[in-house]
């Protein structure tokens, strides 16, 4: 439940609502080895913006987490400073342009059916963000329902998501401001095109649910103090029904648990629309991924209460369908590589649960339910695999999917006889699928077609191993026939948090890099959920060693088999992953030419006091108990950063509106490592304004592509 989902792991793609399917534009320019230019500034040790130091002594640079004009000084130095490092030229001009070209692509969400007509999101490539489409039929000629630029405000909201009610009649979508997570909902009524008067705010994370009656239930935390929206703790949440029609000042509190202040609750109905599910997690160990569920019967009238079907925190429970009063979740209970179980609301007690679909020899990576049946997917090396089985369970059929990738399926209604799915891979845009439910045949609805041309590249999968023993997985992407010489520059990526696997993805912005001849490496560490709960367990509180350990040994194997070598081998990673490839860094900083975390928690010792941070105890381990903070201390990166060491060069970046992981943690770690670096190469610091922890806007996803790229471009050689 209260996981980070990495925005792709360049931290550049996979906008929240956008899948794929292009068009056509010229080839692409002729390849050459991505190499440094005279753009960027002769001397990289040209002074830093000064960041005083303060009280207390073991934690200096603890005034960057207070607003103010001090603060508000600094950032602006350091971005003035990172301008001038970065610099212009027809170099960094051609990069822009080449990655406008190869994201000028139209691509398209995956479709769902509500009330006879089918709803899904479009990009054309140029628009600054998607828009939300309809059609009686897939076939059929679409409108836009929704256009997020038209109430965006000129900029300062970004669309956050969507859902409409099941039967097709009312839409309701999220704004954020600045891109970050606070949210508010809207209702339109499609008929009119008009939005209702009602808005539902103060929204993070979740997304509200229409029910069959006209009801609407949503989960809001109290309001934050005015300024201190970043740094607010994620406590207090409740879940809330609205009456569609009525003012907001009527609706009431129906689920809620002030005695534990840090439980959320994420909502679903089931797919006959019956039951409400609350899946309840709570953020002291949020990131374990175990949960408590309640429920509601939604024909038990209006004042009817939740009531709870697990309570207690012993295993993940992620809701995959129903079959009247049997519920039936992913869990891993008695099952480190997930089963599907059903639980009867009349009977849930533990004992009475039923197994649908067993655990087998590989991880279950996401169940859907489509019509009459169970998608299930599974993960075999870190790649995708589908089965379809009935709703008692009995297989019946293996799916062919279009190649090695990752396949994502969306539910489909109790009567459906058709769904959809996504396709991806490291060079495949995302194509979206139909599927027929009698046959699982899949048929491409919409296949993109991109500036570039894939079949110059090459995927394979290797295997490293780490310093324990353990056989770790890692896909290398680059040009075909490009030799193993240690000349070509790399850039790897992980992510290893929270039991969230790291699958084969499309990120646009990284095919002006392979075209020229760089490489680009996925490691799934340890920490992920790859190779089921085992692998996500190796690496969590006292062992999260585990996952920098695996990250280092790929970088070893990276250089010691010839893709790359040490000066040109670059490291990045989003969120969990910018804290691991910080950690990385300051722990072998010879290992690594440049290194790029974003919006990476870098402070392990105050993470719980800001924002989402309490919520990644149970992955992190807590500050608060003395054995687990011993550990933290020893992998923080901003603890373990060392004066006078000559550490690589560095870009630290983060967002203004990022109230997930709060952008001190970079303020801090770019201050400390600023002081520390006694070699010649930059640490810079950028802050992004008007972007949140995931860039949603195409235009912020070229911007930080682009500085991302002329960095490394710069750097490794």
Known sequence: MLRHVPWGLLGLALAACSPATPVRSPASPAAATPTATAEVAPDPRAAYPQARRGEPADDPYRWLEDDGDELSAWIAAENRHTDGALGSGPARAALRERLAVVHRYESFGVPVRRGGRYFWTYRDGVRDQAVLMTAPALDAAATVVLDPETVSAGGRFTFAGWVVSPDGKYLAYGLAEG???????????????????????????????????????????????????????????????????????????????????????????????????????????????????????????????????????????????????????????????????????????????????????????????????????????????????????????????????????????????????????????????????????????????????????????????????????????????????GTSPAIMTAYGFGGVSSTPYFDASTIPWLERGGRFALVNVRGGGEYGEAWHQAAVREKRQTGIDDFLAAANHLVSAGYTSVSRLGATGVSGGGTLVAAAVVQRPDAFGAVVPVVGVHDLLRFHLFGQGAGWAGDMGSPEVPAEAAVLRKISPLHNVRPGTRYPAMLITTSDHDVRVAPLHSYKLAAALQAAQAGPASVLLRVYTRSGHGASRLSKRLEQAEELFTFFTANLR
């Not at 490293?464 to 890692?474: A, H, I, Q």
Request: no cysteine.
């Open 179 to 485: 891109g970050g997570d606070w949210t508010t909902w809207h209702v339109r009524d499609l008929a009119t095109g008009k939005d209702l008067p009602e808005t539902f705010d103060h929204v993070k994370y979740y997304r509200p649910v229409f029910t069959r009656d006209g009801r609407v239930f949503y989960g809001r935390f109290p309001a934050p103090p005015k300024g201190g929206e970043i740094k607010a703790l994620d406590y207090g949440h409740a879940v809330h029904v609205h009456r569609l029609g009525r003012p907001t000042s009527e609706d009431r509190v129906v689920f809620a648990r002030p005695e534990h202040p840090t439980w959320q609750f994420d909502l679903e109905v089931t797919p006959d629309g019956r039951y409400l599910v609350i899946t309840i997690g709570d953020g002291q160990v949020g990131d374990r991924g175990v949960e408590r569920i309640a429920t509601l019967d939604l024909r038990a009238g209006a004042t009817a209460a939740p009531r709870l079907l697990v309570d207690d925190f012993d295993t993940e429970l992620i809701l995959a369908g129903s079959d009247g009063p049997r519920l039936l979740f992913m869990t891993t209970a008695d099952a480190p590589n997930k089963r599907v179980v059903a639980i009867d609301v009349r009977r849930p007690e533990r004992a009475a649960w039923q197994t649908v679909v067993p655990a087998g020899p590989h991880a279950i990576h996401d169940v859907i339910q489509i019509g009459r049946q169970l998608v299930v997917t599974s993960l075999v090396d870190a790649h995708t695999e589908a089965v379809a089985y009935d709703l008692r369970g009995e297989k019946l059929r293996e799916i062919g999917l279009p190649g090695l990738g990752t396949a994502y399926f969306a539910a489909a209604e109790p009567g459906a006889s058709e769904g959809a799915a996504y396709f991806t891979g490291f060079t495949v845009p995302g194509a979206v699928y139909r599927y027929d439910a009698a046959s699982g045949a899949l048929t491409a609805w919409k296949r993109p077609s991109t500036a570039f041309d894939p079949t110059q590249f090459e995927t394979e999968q290797v295997f490293v191993t780490s310093r324990d023993g353990t056989r770790v997985p890692m896909f290398v992407v680059g040009k075909r026939g490009l030799p193993r010489d």
